[in-house]
């Protein structure tokens, strides 16, 4: 075994880190399913997980005993190269997907680079020579420089002119806005959203998830191809595998990360019916995508998701957390909203103080976003038992603070 200790870090020691992250000062270095611990044994519960990403917990015992035996097996060959689990990793996500081809990246926002990249060349063989993409407002697709100018929200753009010009934005859940913009612009060829907004508050669109069919019918009419971004609300997350899955509908395009890794990078871009096809040979790659371990990862978290039934689970526990929410929150203006694990808390009120009080006054690890919703993102198989913990919890903090 390594011998290697960290030396505590000193609060005056200058750190070398890009100052690129508001972080908190803490740290775990132990974690077991809806709990993490800090050095001195201090028990945390975890309604964050990692942002959406360790959706089985903490150190998961298959996954941790998968990763260990792979790495110490083979870890990467390149894609030069038959990679089995690989091939499995993909069966098993057409599977719970109803997608028909797979790439493997290695980040949310890598997987709608590849989104993208299939939509410009779905138009460039229409002969549309600048392809056109519409968007949401208050949509989160990622840090790069086109999955920033998809993005909805000014302050994640700032400074980083030009943004790509493939991007049309409308309201969410505002079907006469994707209609007028359609007869404005005769260069659109797909739609890109999230079905509930994760880091734009949790939202769903006001007429709830048939606003994903009444996509899917203009895709239908105008020859677009339907993307959607799964990459917080996929792998359990909402109660289905998929969130789409709500819906009787299929998107041409689905993009997924977070959850499929439980905390190993990796991501995915998915296509079925007229997406099929349109990245061949040559046309796309990733060095890192699909490595022999992140595909084990990948083939090892469905199947787990799969026998512990955790999607199921995340639709009961998770619906319980709801309704108890909204029956013992007492101030009548805070709004409960979300699906499954996927829980946003609207208060009346900016409520960003409350990260630091849940964490120091009631050992409870939240989110804020869009300056008043607290963001509950727990694991998605997270026990009933474990449930009335986060509801005691988080009763009172809310309770008392408003
Ligand atoms: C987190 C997130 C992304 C970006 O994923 P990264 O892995 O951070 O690149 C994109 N879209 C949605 C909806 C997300 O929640």
């Given amino acids: 075994m390594n011998d290697i200790t960290l030396a505590p870090i000193q609060p005056d020691q200058p750190s070398h880190l890009m100052a690129t992250y508001g972080r908190q000062a803490i740290s775990f270095v132990r974690g077991r399913g809806a709990y993490l611990y800090t050095e001195d044994g201090t028990e945390y519960l975890d309604a964050l997980t990692g942002i959406a990403v360790c959706g089985l917990g903490h150190a998961h015992p298959v996954i941790a005993e998968a990763i260990a035996e792979q790495a110490a097996t083979l870890v990467h060959t390149s894609n030069l190269f038959e990679i089995p689990w690989q091939t499995a990793a993909a069966q098993k996500l057409a599977e719970v997907s109803g997608m028909e081809e797979i790439f493997f990246s290695n980040s949310g926002a890598e997987s709608n680079e590849g989104a ?78 999230e079905p509930i907004q994760g880091e734009g508050g949790i939202n769903t669109a006001p007429q709830g998830f048939s606003y994903l069919e009444e996509v899917r019918t203009l895709c239908n009419q105008h020859n677009w191809l339907m993307m959607l971004d799964e990459i917080q609300t996929g792998n359990g997350r909402t109660g289905k595998y998929f969130a789409y899955q ?94 499954g694990m996927m829980i946003g808390i609207q208060l009346p009120k900016d409520c960003a103080e409350l990260v630091a009080i849940a964490r120091d006054q009631h050992k409870l690890i939240i989110n804020v976003t869009a300056g008043s919703v607290v963001r509950l993102l727990p694991p998605i198989n997270m026990t009933q038992a474990q449930a009335d913990d986060l509801l005691e919890r988080l009763v009172a903090l809310i309770n008392n603070y408003l």
């Fill in 116 to 193: 993208i990249k299939i939509a410009r060349k779905f138009g460039t063989q229409q002969g549309v020579s600048s392809p056109k993409i519409i968007v949401a407002e208050q949509s989160f697709h990622g840090r790069t420089l086109a999955t920033l100018s998809a993005t909805g929200n000014k302050k994640v753009q700032d400074g980083f002119a030009p943004l790509t010009n493939d991007f049309i934005r409308v309201p969410f859940g505002d079907v006469e806005a994707i209609q007028e913009v359609a007869l404005q612009h005769p260069d659109i060829v797909a739609i890109l959203i």
């Fill in 246 to 339: 709500h819906t009787n509908i299929v998107p041409d395009v689905l993009t997924t990360a977070k959850g499929l890794g439980n905390g190993f990078p990796v991501g995915a871009v998915m296509t079925q019916g007229k997406a099929v096809g349109l990245l061949g040979p040559g046309s796309h790659g990733s060095t890192y995508g699909g490595t022999v371990l992140g595909s084990r990862v990948v083939y090892t978290v469905i199947d787990t998701i799969q026998k512990e039934k955790a999607v199921e689970n995340a639709a009961v526990v998770g619906g319980y957390i709801v309704d108890q929410l909204r029956a013992q929150l007492t101030d009548k203006n805070v709004q409960v909203r979300g699906f």
